[in-house]
């Protein structure tokens, strides 16, 4: 095979927006960021607008904004859970005009899922009008929580980081990509401390000289993404990369056929995106065997239409969207 099923793969993400296979049941709280993929993908193949309806666009945009958490009446009351849930698994009364909502325990907006938000009204055409910005930077105001096992070597400042919903023992820099990106989208980042942030990052390169997802911690090809597109987001790429040369090399040594997440791991095809968008952000992607990784993407395709993690596997959406 040279090359992959175009028709297929629209088929394949046409038919996920609409509904999803059963094994999708268990990530119904993250049904916003499946809505990104396959809004995204669509949107790479510049096939969007061919194959949804100006309904569809306008009922997506609404669905969208009804899990948008709101300030109540009170604006202190829910200060730090504001932002977009991940779908309507709450049964919160469908409102994507309300301006304000009632408290209601566990029901808080999670960075990941505002990211992707933010994300798929961009590609439906809308102009974030309704978004509350001031609510969401307010909420990454408060996620971004002091680590005290964790000081800066380089001037013992204490380091921050990023949980992704109030009460969040998760912290790590998925998150901090996430709210890197939320700021650039909002054009306001008033929410994060960009110099702690920084500091956080720069702590995140391990001794093989990629990103782990916490100090101290193994690299990884996920990561290494996350730290490298959060410092470029920022401006910061040249001051928060230690060794680049370094870095590209471990990138680089990641490639099998198609590429593996860390040393002495499978190949996987969602990694081809992880670790060749980190090469391409540090002007390297030409170093990459092309033919080698399209041999093996190719392998993974599905008969159905859609690419899964290893020939072995069963299609899925993250894996598609990424190649």
């Not at 599905?302 to 899964?308: K, N, T, V």
Request: hydrophobic share 35%; charged share 20%.
């Amino acid at each position: 095979m040279t090359s992959y099923n175009r028709e297929k793969l629209i088929k394949y993400f046409k038919s996920n927006l609409c509904m999803l296979p059963t094994d999708y049941t268990q990530t119904e709280t993250n049904r916003m960021t499946l809505a990104f993929f396959c809004l995204g993908a669509l949107t790479l193949l510049g096939e969007l607008e061919n194959n949804i309806t100006e309904q569809n666009r306008l009922d997506w945009i609404d669905w969208v904004y009804a899990q948008q958490i709101l300030p109540t009446e009170n604006d202190d009351a829910n200060d730090a859970v504001c932002g977009f849930r991940g779908s309507s698994w709450s049964g919160r009364s469908f409102d994507p005009h309300a301006t304000t909502c009632s408290h209601v325990p566990y029901d808080s907006g999670h960075v990941a899922n505002t990211y992707t938000a933010l994300i798929n009204l961009l590609l439906l055409g809308d102009d974030l009008s309704r978004v509350n910005r001031k609510a969401i930077t307010n909420t990454l105001r408060h996620l971004q929580q002091q680590d005290g096992r964790l000081s800066a070597p380089i001037n013992r400042r204490i380091i921050f980081s990023i949980a992704p919903t109030t009460g969040s023992l998760e912290r790590d820099v998925r998150f901090i990509y996430c709210a890197c990106a939320i700021s650039y989208m909002l054009n306001d980042w008033s929410g994060i401390d960009r110099e702690r942030t920084l500091d956080h990052i720069i702590q995140l390169q391990s001794y093989e000289h990629a990103f782990a997802q916490c100090p101290k911690q193994e690299a990884h090809g996920g990561s290494t993404f996350c730290g490298t597109a959060a410092l470029s987001i920022m401006g910061n790429l040249d001051e928060g990369i230690l060794n680049k040369d370094q870095l590209v090399q471990w990138c680089l040594f990641r490639q099998i056929g198609g590429f593996q997440g860390r040393p002495n791991k499978l190949q996987d095809v969602c990694y081809g995106f992880w670790i060749g968008a980190s090469l391409a952000m540090l002007d390297s992607f030409h170093l990459v065997n092309s033919d080698a990784l399209k041999e093996f993407l190719l392998q993974s395709e599905s008969r159905i239409g859609g690419f899964a993690k290893d020939p072995e596997s069963f299609p899925g959406n993250i894996n598609t969207h990424k190649i």
